[in-house]
């Protein structure tokens, strides 16, 4: 019979948990190995064992929401119509976004073009933004956003999602009842926009 582990599934939990919460709170600075070993009343050398260092630890809480966005987007059909499957992408987006709201920005902060490709996290964050990017060709190739390049699209879309998310996390787009409208008219005047005869691209 095995040694157990004196470091768990249930301890490790724990410690992203009390992570989140610091950051959530105070942000990402704040995080310290202390700090979140004796949140959780354990020792350091459980996060030490489980996540390496504090830069491990924030790692860890960036990759789970890089797998949620991963997977809200995996989970929308694909669609005859690419204009229909559009706002369910991005109703995916918002779904992540607030499943784990306390970790929005920390995970944000790791989106930038500098990234490393082998990196598990940019792997995973392009697997959401790829995901989106397949329905923009399908687009494209119908001719439904003329003069558009899909990359300019893709980053249209990130930024009014990544927009309309930071509001309402942050309380200024009101509760759910207020937000989800914003969100709505939003995607349907941007995607109106794009939809119209765009300027014509160089070759």
Known sequence: MGRPREHGADTR??????????VHAEGAAAVSVRRVADAVGTTTRA??????DKDGLLRALSLDVAETMRRHHAAVPQLADPLAELPLLIAGFRAAALEKHRLYDLFMAQVRPDADPDDPVFRLVYASFDRVLSTIRRALDL??????DEFAVGRHLLALVHGLA???LRGVLGGADTAG???DQATAATLAGLTAAGPVLPR
Do not use: D, K, T
């Open 13 to 22: 939990a724990a410690l992203l948990a009390a992570a989140g919460e610091i």
């Open 47 to 52: 996060v030490y064992s489980l996540f390496g």
């Open 143 to 148: 001719g439904l956003f003329p003069g558009r």
């Open 166 to 168: 930071s509001l309402e």
């Open 181 to 183: 409208p914003v969100w």
